[in-house]
């Protein structure tokens, strides 16, 4: 059974820091792994996702990478902004089952 | 490109009353998953529709059901509401097999009073 861990849970930096946010997850099977952002209250939206064959994904200031061998992901963020702050979930799957969720890494940039 | 759409947005319901809740999903995609998220906690799976069956289920008591629409909508139903059945309900839509990039909606609010 997937299961998935995020660290740290709660993050606080000054705005233009360079910050990365860590996913590991138990089953090395994982097929896919995408990362999103959650504002309050709100729907999730789609990051990166890093598909089996790749090992990593890029977006503007938004690096993703993923080690099947270590179970391990990391989102880095470069020159952090305060539009940045949000709640960053990341998700994996087995191929053909549904995504597993971690718990999310709290991130506020402050001013 | 609409996107994945939820109804309602926002929902209040009393112990033991039924809820329906719905979701279009995005223009080109065929397949549907529901998760209920409780404050603090990241997504949980509930379960998967593709060509109007279900596909796979999450741990979720059979209070639980759903259904999909041949136009690829699709609704999940909760009967005898809980207290912890309160929750941001969010919908996911994407290509079969499911291994692909999932689009969510902006979810379902629904408090049980």
């Known amino acids: 059974k997937q299961e998935v861990t995020q660290i740290p849970a709660a993050l606080s930096v000054p705005e233009g820091e360079n910050l990365v946010l860590n996913c590991s997850f138990t089953?090395?099977?994982?097929?896919?792994l995408q990362w999103f952002r959650q504002d309050p209250g709100k729907g999730l939206t789609s990051l990166l996702l890093?598909?089996?064959?790749?090992r990593e994904q890029t977006s503007g200031r938004l690096n993703a990478s993923l080690d099947k061998s270590s179970g391990r992901s990391t989102l880095y963020i470069a020159a952090s902004q305060p539009g940045d702050s949000a709640t960053y979930l990341c998700a994996g799957d087995n191929y053909g089952q549904n995504f597993v969720f971690g718990p999310g890494t709290r991130l506020s940039v402050l001013p | 490109d609409a996107g994945v759409t939820q109804s309602p947005t926002h929902l209040i319901k009393t112990r033991g009353q039924q809820v329906t809740l719905r979701c279009s999903p995005k223009?080109?995609?065929?397949?549907v998953s529901w998760y209920q998220q409780a404050l603090g906690q990241g997504p949980q799976f509930i379960f998967q529709y593709y060509e109007e069956e279900e596909r796979q289920r999450g741990n979720f008591p059979d209070r639980f059901s759903g259904h999909q629409f041949p136009n690829y909508s699709s609704e999940l139903n909760v009967n005898a509401l809980l207290l912890g059945d309160s929750a941001l309900y969010l919908c996911?839509?994407?290509?079969?097999?499911?291994?692909?990039?999932?689009?969510f909606g902006p979810g379902t609010r629904l408090t049980v009073t």
């Open positions: 223009s080109g995609h065929d397949t």
């Open positions: 996911a839509s994407s290509m079969f097999p499911p291994s692909y990039e999932q689009y």
């Open positions: 890093i598909q089996s064959s790749q």
């Open positions: 089953d090395s099977a994982i097929y896919n």
